[in-house]
């Protein structure tokens, strides 16, 4: 199967690298999303990748990622009075997004004793269970500078906004990292803002992979407390280009929920510029791309309903350099044009078929298996097209403006590859380069 793991694995097997050696088996240790370039890392034992895993699930890992969004950050997040006030910072800040539990005891006692003697029905339970659970999760955003202490407007310049300042507060990726690095000293002195947001997460669909971040108040209160997390993520402003109108930012997240960085970005109004699932778009700042796009969908949509595309279409396959030529006619192409079949889920009949063909025969490879009990496959050949692979890639995003940069783990155990701490925490860093477009141009035109 054309899995990372499988594909990293061959390539160790047959190259010989040197600091490697030799790698019969890798072991997962985290996952990226599929559009989410960067630091994907492997243990080469299952003893290594648990002791790395297990840092992961204990929060005693900390991710760096960086993003590319759409205008300047934070400045589109106008609602000031979500910024979590003095007041309320007293009482402390949110924890991995959760406020400190501030339940009377009174209201605790009485709660436990009604479970215990079972006078409590199972609806008000949960009830009030969801309840406390409204008020732990938090969603609130707060600004802190290099050493952790909060920032509150009125304690800067009073001529100039506080969201106005975290843009300014911009600094190469290397200041980020040394301000978050616990081995480095040196920062003071250094003017570091990070942007903080506290904001609950959940997955929405399971099947298609959609989640979504809000407060979740008009939520069913059983599915509350079965999909809702709490998620806190933090955001530095490294540059900004002007030609694109899109911000480089370093991500921290403090939580790992499925989608965090994108659905936070996309609450805070400035969603990764080109992730079309959050707010963004894949041919951002391209109108080249974006009307090749909207060409190829509507090709698409002729061939899925059975039209004919070779006499009217031309493709040129050198997207680089914007070469993209696909001559049509509009007026034909409206009234052809259907909306797509390819992309709605499966039907019943679709699903009886596959489960009946679902058995791989004898000698059958895996990819031969896949293509002949697929459902998006027995679509594609029912209306063959040359150009429907050309098409395909104009229409789907490759990946977004998201690099997972780099993962340091605390680690208080001896590893099998022979680093030892005697007992002691140390640190041990992994990095990834840093991604083309974190100082490009778009071109345009």
Request: glycine share 6%; aromatic share 8%; hydrophobic share 30%.
């Amino acid at each position: 199967m054309q899995s990372v793991v499988n594909i990293v694995e061959k390539h160790y097997k047959d190259k010989s690298i040197e600091g490697i050696g030799n790698v019969d088996k890798l072991y997962t240790i985290h996952r990226l999303d599929r559009l989410t370039s960067g630091l994907l890392i492997f243990g080469k034992t299952s003893s290594a990748a648990r002791s790395y895993s297990k840092c992961i699930m204990n929060r005693s890992c900390q991710k760096i990622y960086l993003a590319r969004v759409a205008g300047k950050f934070p400045l589109k997040y106008r609602n000031l009075k979500k910024l979590t006030s003095k007041q309320v910072l007293q009482s402390g800040l949110p924890l991995h997004g959760e406020w400190k539990e501030e339940v009377d005891i009174n209201e605790n006692e009485n709660y436990a004793q009604k479970r215990q003697i079972g006078t409590m029905s199972k609806d008000k339970e949960t009830s009030h269970a969801v309840s406390r659970l409204r008020k732990q999760y938090a969603l609130a955003c707060w600004i802190e500078d290099q050493n952790g202490k909060h920032v509150f407007e009125d304690e800067r310049d009073k001529n100039t906004n506080i969201l106005e300042q975290v843009f300014q507060s911009r600094h190469s990726v290397n200041d980020w990292l040394k301000s978050v690095d616990v081995t480095v000293d040196g920062n003071e002195g250094v003017d570091k803002l990070w942007f903080h947001l506290a904001c609950p997460t959940r997955i929405a669909k399971h099947k298609d992979g959609i989640c979504e971040a809000s407060s979740f108040d008009d939520l069913d209160d059983e599915l509350y407390m079965k999909s809702v997390k709490p998620a806190h993520s933090s955001f530095g402003v490294v540059s900004y280009d002007q030609k694109t109108d899109s911000t480089l930012l370093i991500c921290r997240p403090y939580t790992g929920r499925t989608h965090q960085i994108r659905l936070h970005l996309q609450h805070l109004e400035h969603p990764i510029a080109n992730d079309p699932n959050y707010g963004g778009d894949i041919w951002y700042c391209n109108p080249d791309g974006k009307r090749a796009c909207k060409i190829a969908q509507d090709r698409l949509s002729v061939i899925n309903n059975g039209g004919d595309l070779s006499s009217n279409t031309e493709v040129d396959n050198s997207l680089g350099e914007n070469k993209i030529k696909l001559r049509i006619d509009a007026e034909n192409t409206e009234r052809e044009t259907k909306s797509s079949a390819i992309d709605v889920p499966a039907t019943e009949i679709e699903i009886q078929n596959g489960i009946s063909t679902a058995v791989q025969e004898k000698e059958e490879s895996i990819h031969t298996f896949i293509e002949r009990t697929c459902v998006w496959c027995a679509r594609c050949r029912s209306v063959p097209s040359t150009d429907r692979a050309i098409l395909e890639f104009i229409i789907r995003s490759q990946g977004i403006w998201l690099h997972a940069l780099q993962y340091s783990f605390s680690i208080n155990a001896a590893l099998d590859d022979g680093e030892k701490c005697d007992g002691e925490e140390f640190v041990k860093s992994f990095r990834a380069n840093l991604p083309e477009w974190h100082d490009f141009e778009v071109q345009v035109g």
